[in-house]
């Protein structure tokens, strides 16, 4: 494959940061309209109501286990090991991604959110084997 599939799975997990900045924007300002907080409370991080908390939650989790994805797809493009199997995988990782992230931010309920969280962890345990397994064999 070697060309640049491996990179778009990479660009809808872009996408989906920005949308929890923009998602994170929207209820802040909300909660500042309905005095809820005041917008100098945002500054320090003090007492962030629950509706745009679990939002920024969300978009600190984009960068835990998310790096881990990066490095391995940039790695798999570095080997040529960017083939079918490994964007096949990498686009598993960033649906479940979306799943994990609309859960948080919706329902935030965890019989939902942490299975889809185990599942995008195997996968890109998944992903990490592959690239084990192709440069042994190179």
């Known amino acids: 494959m070697t060309g640049y599939q491996i990179f778009w799975p990479l660009l809808a997990h872009v ?20 005095g809820s907080i005041a917008k100098s409370d945002y500054r320090e991080n003090r007492g962030e109501p629950a509706e745009s908390l679990i939002v920024k939650n969300c978009l600190a989790n984009q960068f835990e286990l998310p790096v881990l994805f990066y ?8 080997t040529e ?17 979306y799943a994990h992230a609309a859960i948080h931010v919706t329902s935030n309920d965890m019989r939902y959110r942490s299975p889809i969280f185990a ?8 992903m ?11």
């Open 81 to 97: 090991a960017d083939n079918l199997i490994s964007v096949v995988l990498a686009w598993a990782f960033v649906a479940l991604r």
């Open 15 to 34: 996408a989906l940061v920005y949308g929890l900045y923009a998602l994170l924007g929207v209820r802040r300002a909300k909660m500042v309209r309905a």
């Open 71 to 78: 490095a391995c797809s940039i790695l798999l493009y570095i």
């Open 128 to 138: 990490w084997v592959w690239l084990a397994a192709w440069m042994g064999m190179s």
């Open 119 to 126: 599942a995008g962890y195997i996968i890109l345990a998944a």
